[in-house]
């Protein structure tokens, strides 16, 4: 049973980084046919996805246009598990975020990691 | 970027109702649909994929179909635990894009 596990800060200052980790247990980060992702909810945004790693012979990565400047994800082979860090955050990126495998849609899904942009 | 919409955004129903909620793509994405279902504080639960298949363990009350633009997701008879808000996603082309939801609330 693949299960994912959010872990990170929940509060950020406006400007500073966003950093947030999800470790995977039943699966592995450098699966060819997975993708690992990370998306975040909020009641004026809705769901929005940020950008995804996958192996496929060599690691790539896609981002959201509109967060490319300020997002990176990326896998740690070593632990099994991939991270978002988001740049000069805003209020406007206060969120509820996730990451969540894509394996044919996105499933299973981490627990959710509530992010507050606040001073 | 791909536009979802669905219809409706909310609706009232009761147990043992026939629900059918429309989820539109804003050009064609053949049928890289998947829909979802969030209960509140929870994260949302893939059901169907791509467009018509069924995710292992939910129940077949359940059901997808379309193709190119216009998708449906259908309850056939509306069980207490299937209120929620659904979400269809289009997996055509990054950004991968969600529709806004469509609340299904107890009559």
């Known amino acids: 049973q693949v299960q994912l596990q959010q872990s990170g800060s929940g509060l950020v200052k406006p400007s500073q980084t966003l950093s947030l980790t999800c470790a995977i247990s039943?699966?592995?980060?450098?699966?060819?046919?997975?993708?690992w992702n990370w998306i975040r909810q909020s009641p004026s945004r809705g769901l929005e996805w940020l950008g995804r790693t996958y192996f496929r012979s060599k690691w790539y990565n896609e981002y959201a246009l509109s967060m490319k400047s300020r997002i990176s994800i990326n896998p740690d082979t070593s632990k099994n598990q991939f991270s978002l860090q988001l740049n000069s955050v805003t209020p406007e990126d206060t969120a509820l975020y996730y990451c969540a495998r894509d394996f044919g849609g996105f499933g299973p899904w981490g627990q959710g990691t509530r992010v507050t942009v606040s001073s | 970027d791909i536009q979802m919409t669905q219809s409706p955004s909310s609706l009232s129903a009761s147990v043992g109702d026939r629900v059918t909620i429309t989820c539109r793509a804003s050009q064609n994405i053949n049928n890289l649909l998947n829909w979802y279902q969030q209960k509140p504080g929870q994260a949302p639960k893939l059901l169907i994929y791509?467009?018509?298949t069924l995710k292992s363990g939910v129940p077949s009350r359940f059901s997808g179909s379309g193709s190119g633009t216009d998708f449906t997701l259908t309850i056939s008879s509306l069980q207490p635990e299937d209120f929620a808000t659904y979400f269809c996603q289009q997996s055509y082309s990054t950004p991968l894009t969600f529709g806004p939801g469509t609340k299904v609330e107890i009559k």
């Open positions: 791509p467009a018509s």
């Open positions: 039943g699966d592995s980060v450098s699966n060819n046919l997975a993708a």
